[in-house]
């Protein structure tokens, strides 16, 4: 079953790295390395706690020097496949607009981020968990890990549409 979906997934992957590999990627990486850009690298809401109106970030033991929308992207793509973001566009966009209040966006840092955020890391761990590291899961239960992460493949698709559409606007 897994099999199937491969040429489409393969499709998505390729495209992530082809926007990785054109854009200044590598360039940005440099500057932040330069810079010493300081990222989470775990930074969903479970590491976000609100107390007496402050919040504080907690898990700081896997930050990196990396490029700063790395934290967001990682961020954005965790959120699509929740049931109230489910790969709407529009949220993500709310987003970036409200990340870009605080610390301005370049246009090649979205497309950066585009990249980070289509590249189907979940397939792929799946894949892996299942063909490499032979997870002792019954089938159902991969058949339906499976068919939970496909639910999203249009919704991606479509999402990928609409941020190529923002960028070019950007």
């Not at 709310?94 to 497309?111: G, M, S």
Request: glycine share 2%.
């Amino acid at each position: 079953m897994y099999s199937s979906y491969l040429d489409n997934i393969y499709h998505r992957a390729m495209t992530s790295l082809n926007f990785l590999n054109t854009s200044d990627y590598y360039k940005l990486s440099r500057q932040a390395e330069k810079n010493k850009t300081i990222c989470h690298d775990s930074f969903y809401y479970q590491n976000i706690i609100k107390k007496n109106n402050q919040y504080y970030i907690i898990d700081l033991d896997s930050i990196i020097i990396d490029l700063h929308v790395n934290d967001l992207g990682k961020l954005i793509r965790r959120l699509m496949f929740k049931g109230s973001y489910e790969w709407d566009f529009q949220k993500a966009k709310t987003l970036i607009e409200a990340y870009n209040e605080v610390n301005k966006l370049e246009k090649n840092e979205l497309e950066v981020m585009l990249a980070l955020i289509v590249f189907p890391h979940k397939f792929w761990k799946l894949g892996r968990k299942r063909y490499i590291k032979y997870k002792n899961w019954d089938e159902n239960k991969y058949i339906h890990k499976l068919n939970r992460l496909m639910k999203y493949n249009d919704m991606q698709n479509k999402f990928l549409e609409e941020y190529l559409n923002y960028i070019e606007s950007y």
